[in-house]
């Protein structure tokens, strides 16, 4: 059974560029979830995607924005880079279930450095 | 909003020394309780979790037991190893349409110190 990959490991990106991080799901899940995880503070949630559509969304500005596929990977874009935005990306995926009470597997992350 | 708050680290312990990480957390209804570990470079691994109030989870050595009368899921472990150093998340689970979103705690780093 393969776990949850993300690419690319790292990434170097300048102020006002675009970046686009992908992530695919273990298998049988459905659900893909993205969090950003600042140096030295928790993850927070940036949007969870089911069915190919956004199924709720954290406090993050719309220059963040996602994609997930009908194999069920996804991606996570954001525009417009800040320096705020360096942080280690992390996706998780799960399988929806009633009550919603599905366990998340974490990828290892993808650690983005804005310049 | 819901929220979790973590004693703030470094933790530094000698080998078989006993653990306590403390967790608090602020939430409407009866979410679920969850333990993360992160060890260095690597993603998030679930250690330990709890459904409902009184529920104990454990692994490895670890235990947190959901008191909802203190709103509290503190983690344990009796004797504590060198390949325990890690950062360790308490979080969340609310309810989202149809999935769920964590929220997390800062992080408390441990290390054990042989």
């Known amino acids: 059974e393969t776990g949850v990959t993300q690419s690319p490991t790292h990434l170097i990106k300048t102020r006002g560029q675009q970046v686009t991080l992908r992530c695919s799901s273990q298998s049988g899940h459905n659900t893909v979830s993205w969090y950003q995880q600042a140096l030295g503070q928790g993850p927070q949630f940036i949007f969870q995607y089911y069915r190919e559509e956004e199924n709720g969304r954290g406090n993050f500005p719309p220059r963040f924005s996602g994609l997930q596929f009908p194999n069920y990977s996804s991606e996570l874009n954001v525009n417009a880079l800040e320096l705020d935005d360096s942080a280690l990306y992390l996706c998780?995926?799960?399988?929806?279930?009633?009550?919603?009470?599905?366990?998340?597997?974490f990828g290892p992350g993808t650690r983005l450095t804005v310049l | 909003g819901n929220s979790v708050t973590q004693m703030e680290g470094p933790v530094t312990l000698s080998e078989e020394a006993f653990l306590t990480i403390n967790c608090t957390y602020t939430a409407t209804g009866y979410p679920s309780l969850f333990w993360y570990v992160q060890y260095p470079g690597e993603g998030l691994q679930l250690l330990l979790k709890a459904t409902k109030a009184d529920d104990k989870g454990s692994n490895k050595g670890f235990e947190a037991t959901y008191r909802k009368e203190t709103t509290s899921f503190h983690l344990e472990k009796g004797s504590v190893q060198v390949s325990d150093s890690a950062v360790y998340f308490c979080a969340l689970s609310d309810l989202i349409n149809a999935g769920n979103m964590l929220t997390f705690g800062g992080g408390t780093r441990l290390m054990v110190k042989p």
């Open positions: 998780a995926s799960s399988r929806a279930a009633s009550g919603g009470r599905s366990e998340q597997f």
